[in-house]
């Protein structure tokens, strides 16, 4: 009783937020497990049908291929931003007078919606002679490029664009990190001799196993819930060269009343979502224990 009593206000401060999550999302995910099993069309009544819609998502063409799309975008965008976040936040991290005003322009791009990010870029990229870089060209009498219009180009401007736009953030991340770097640790190595790239390698590197974790965690599962930044700058197209499994959950639970087998995409989405986090942290938390 006593032991009730003493946590009964921790309870109490706690309720309404496990009160709203339960309503807001455990309850929804219950019913969507519940959805998957059904042909639920999102109106009329609906009958359990087992496992088929599980079956028919991994038989369905354009489901397959957005789950490659996916996948592609998600290891490519946060290794990409990774390096890159790295080596910038090393270089924003000198000695230069300059590098508040420039860690403030390679963040800004993180301020602005990916919404709005995709549809400034799509205007800049459009295959059309009303995007930017085809109306120079033809200004220029060349011959205009594929660029959104080309499956291939497609896919590879859709995760150029996205490391522009999440690459300041993620290098804030490092340089915070880098800044409680002890100086003493780098006095020792210059006594040593150690060279520039010797103190990146078994100094800064090592000790950004902390940032890292976070980085990437919030990397691979931003990557594997895109919808935004895609549907902006392609629309999914051409075809479905860059269309996201998000995109095709919505499509078809939405778009064609096929909320049951939209449910099934999701579980095999949430469940592919829950085993990469799982691996990507368990490593990552490995590097930083070998720290201590």
Same mark, same amino acid.
């Given at each position: 009783m006593k032991n009730v009593k003493k946590n009964l206000p921790y309870v109490l401060f706690l309720a309404p937020a496990i009160i709203i999550y339960t309503i807001i999302t455990f309850i929804p995910v219950i019913r969507t497990f519940i959805y998957s099993f059904t042909n639920f069309n999102g109106l009329s009544?609906?009958?359990?049908?087992?496992?088929?819609?599980? =079956?028919?998502?991994?038989?369905?063409k354009n489901v397959v291929q957005s789950f490659k799309n996916t996948l592609i975008y998600a290891v490519s965008v946060p290794v990409l931003v990774t390096f890159l976040a790295i080596l910038l936040a090393v270089i924003l991290s000198g000695k230069m007078r300059s590098r508040n005003i420039q860690r403030a322009i390679f963040f800004f791009p993180s301020v602005i919606s990916s919404l709005f990010v995709g549809y400034i870029w799509n205007f800049i990229l459009s295959a059309s002679k009303y995007g930017l870089v085809n109306s120079i060209l033809t200004g220029l009498g060349l011959e205009k490029l594929p660029?959104?219009?080309?499956?291939?180009?497609?896919?590879?401007?859709?995760?150029?664009?996205?490391?522009?736009?999440?690459?300041?953030?993620?290098? !804030?991340? @490092?340089?915070?990190? =880098?800044?409680?770097?002890?100086?003493? @640790?780098?006095?020792?190595?210059?006594?040593?001799?150690?060279?520039?790239?010797?103190?990146?390698?078994?100094?800064?590197?090592?000790?950004?196993?902390?940032?890292?974790?976070?980085?990437?965690?919030?990397?691979?599962?931003?990557?594997?819930?895109? &919808?935004?930044?895609? &549907?902006?700058?392609?629309?999914?197209?051409?075809? @479905? !060269?860059?269309?996201?499994?998000?995109?095709?959950?919505?499509?078809?639970? =939405?778009?064609?009343?096929?909320?049951? &087998?939209?449910?099934?995409?999701?579980?095999? &989405?949430?469940?592919?979502?829950?085993?990469v986090s799982t691996l990507q942290t368990k490593f990552m938390t490995r590097r930083e224990d070998n720290l201590q």
């Open positions: 009544q609906y009958k359990f049908i087992g496992l088929s819609n599980y =079956i028919q998502a991994f038989q369905t660029l959104l219009s080309d499956p291939e180009s497609a896919m590879v401007l859709l995760i150029l664009v996205s490391v522009w736009c999440n690459l300041g953030w993620h290098a !804030s991340i @490092y340089i915070a990190n =880098i800044q409680t770097i002890s100086p003493e @640790y780098y006095e020792a190595a210059e006594v040593d001799g150690a060279s520039a790239w010797d103190k990146f390698r078994y100094i800064t590197f090592p000790m950004l196993a902390p940032a890292m974790t976070t980085s990437v965690m919030l990397l691979l599962t931003g990557s594997l819930k895109a &919808f935004d930044m895609p &549907f902006a700058l392609t629309g999914g197209g051409p075809g @479905y !060269s860059t269309t996201m499994i998000t995109q095709t959950i919505i499509t078809e639970g =939405i778009g064609a009343n096929r909320v049951g &087998f939209a449910s099934a995409m999701a579980f095999v &989405f949430l469940f592919t979502i829950a085993v």
